[in-house]
């Protein structure tokens, strides 16, 4: 078996039927599905079930619901692929995605292969590069790649090393950096061949303020403590996943401002520099306006930046 595909499934009736259709129709026919439930109260077994009788390369395997991380980690337990892949069960893949980055990974002798994710609205797509070329070394470039786990195949020994771990927001992050300490054989793919569904309520999209959001400092604090060879590369993730990202995602909740405060005290205490960080040069006008006026705390230009961009 040359890929082993992992979707977790929760509450995603409504999905779930374009991102199976888009893994039993790719060109690499040597994969299995492994379809988990956790837990999910809708109608999504009643799907999957009407997809295993049609096809014997799904596997399903129904649990009590634990979260993401835990449906990662029990379809783990069930792989038998040369490589693994994990597809978010409202996101689907392009039909070529699994063998173009499998002969990528082997022509190459990579244990991680990395492409494209393309966003998808209700109106446009949006390209998303997972390399943006920062540096010459594709490691350095790994680090600070979007983290998403499902833009990336790899191989299999990697995870008798290390898990998701379970019950924390930013899962990806938390793990999926941590991976050079394992391996350095790792390259890019440059096609969008992953289509990432945006819709509101996902983990990342919370309406309401939850307080496991508060978990991006333990996140990153964790790349700090074991990406200890790649300091310049931690800043970064601290200035794109907190001051850039987090600042813009906490804005809209009622206690934006004690967030915002944190925040500013985090980079302050960590990274009172950040500025003259070589990638945070290298980025883009958009991001180092963002940053500045979360620094400076600005809620309502942010606010209104949010709604222009």
Excluded at 130 to 143: E, L, P, Q, R, T
Excluded at 246 to 267: G, P, T, W
Excluded at 281 to 308: D, E, G, R
Aim: glycine residues 2%; proline residues 2%.
């Amino acid at each position: 078996m040359k890929i082993s595909v992992i979707v977790p499934v929760y509450n995603v009736e409504k999905y779930l039927k374009k991102c199976l259709d888009s893994l039993i129709n790719q060109t690499l026919k040597e994969i299995e599905i492994i379809v988990v439930n956790d837990g999910s109260p809708d109608e999504s077994e009643k799907i999957i079930l009407e997809y295993l009788k049609k096809y014997q390369n799904i596997k399903y395997y129904k649990k009590e619901n634990a979260g993401l991380s835990s449906a990662r980690n029990y379809g783990l337990d069930k792989a038998e692929g040369e490589y693994i892949s994990f597809v978010d069960s409202d996101d689907y893949i392009d039909s070529t995605m699994l063998q173009k980055m499998y002969e990528k990974a082997k022509n190459e002798d990579l244990d991680i292969v990395v492409c494209d994710s393309i966003e998808v609205y209700e109106n446009k797509n949006v390209l998303k590069k997972s390399n943006f070329g920062y540096s010459s070394c594709d490691v350095k470039n790994y680090i600070l790649s979007p983290p998403m786990a499902c833009t990336r195949i790899y191989k299999k020994y990697l995870f008798n090393k290390v898990r998701f771990t379970e019950n924390i927001f930013y899962e990806d992050l938390y793990l999926t950096p941590s991976l050079v300490n394992y391996t350095k054989k790792i390259g890019f793919l440059n096609e969008g061949l992953y289509y990432y569904v945006q819709r509101n309520g996902s983990i990342m999209k919370q309406l309401e303020y939850n307080e496991k959001l508060m978990d991006i400092f333990k996140v990153l604090k964790h790349n700090q403590d074991v990406l200890t060879d790649f300091p310049c590369e931690v800043e970064f993730l601290y200035i794109s996943h907190l001051l850039r990202s987090a600042s813009l995602r906490f804005i809209d909740y009622k206690n934006s401002r004690e967030l915002i405060d944190k925040i500013v005290l985090e980079i302050k205490t960590n990274y009172p520099n950040y500025k003259k960080n070589k990638y945070y040069k290298k980025s883009s006008y958009k991001l180092k306006i963002i940053c500045n006026l979360a620094y400076n705390k600005q809620i309502i230009l942010l606010k209104l930046l949010k709604k222009v961009w």
